[in-house]
Each structure stands twice: as structure tokens, then as C-alpha cells.
């Protein structure tokens, strides 16, 4: 089995900084891409940035400039540094990874975690 679990959500005041993290374990061969996504009430999960397995990145053009992705492919690890937070990054943030367990090398499945709270208000 794999789990994906995040870790870093709270309570921020707008301008300032959260980090998140979220760490893959498990019968994990490989891992491809991986990302985070979030979802606020009442609208549909959005991609947030992800990062391939060669470090290449892709962000939503309302965190570009403010959101930084990074990965650490040793702890199967990946981070997301979120600067200048504004009230509307407001929302559940959801990680997404791409596996190859060891049990079914054929196959890249996609995994989630269970989702941390970011919550932005003064």
C-alpha cells in the first residue's frame, strides 16, 4: 500500500508564509510527478503547481511568483512554500503523485493524500 501525508496547514495572516509538505511511503518503486491541487468550498479541486521527476515545473498562473514546488526524491518528499498569502488561497490542499509500486511495475497509478487546511484571514 501507499499513503501520501501531508503536513504544514494552518491559520496565516495575509502576506505571510506557510510551508506544506507531503511524503510518499510505501512499496514504492518510482515516482513520477508530483503536485499539489486545492479545493475551496464550494468550487472544483484546481491544480495548484507540480514538479516531474526531472525537477520540471508547472504553476497556476494565481500563485506564480508567490509558490515555490520543490521535491526531495530521496525522502520521496514534496514541498510547496507559499508566499504573500492572500485570503483567496484559501482552501483544502490535496497532494498527487504518480507510483510505480513494487508489486506492479507495469503500471503508474495516481495516489492523493487526505488533504490539509490552509486558512488565510486576518
Known amino acids: 500500500q501507499v499513503q501520501l501525508v501531508e503536513s504544514g496547514g494552518g491559520l496565516a495572516q495575509p502576506g505571510r508564509s506557510l510551508r506544506l509538505s507531503c511524503a510518499a511511503s510505501?512499496?514504492?518503486?518510482?515516482?513520477?510527478?508530483m503536485g499539489w491541487y486545492r479545493q475551496a468550498p464550494g468550487k472544483q479541486r484546481e491544480l495548484v503547481a507540480d514538479i516531474t521527476n526531472g525537477g520540471s515545473t508547472n504553476y497556476a498562473d494565481s500563485v506564480k511568483g508567490r509558490f515555490t514546488i520543490s521535491r526531495d526524491r530521496a525522502k520521496n518528499t514534496v514541498y510547496l512554500q507559499m508566499n504573500s498569502l492572500k485570503p483567496e488561497d484559501t482552501a483544502v490542499y490535496y497532494c498527487?503523485?504518480?507510483?510505480?509500486?513494487?508489486?506492479?511495475?507495469?503500471?503508474?497509478?495516481?495516489?492523493w493524500g487526505q488533504g490539509t487546511q490552509v486558512t488565510v484571514s486576518s
Open positions: 498527487k503523485a504518480l507510483i510505480t509500486t513494487a508489486e506492479s511495475m507495469a503500471y503508474i497509478r495516481m495516489y
Open positions: 510505501g512499496s514504492i518503486f518510482s515516482i513520477n510527478t
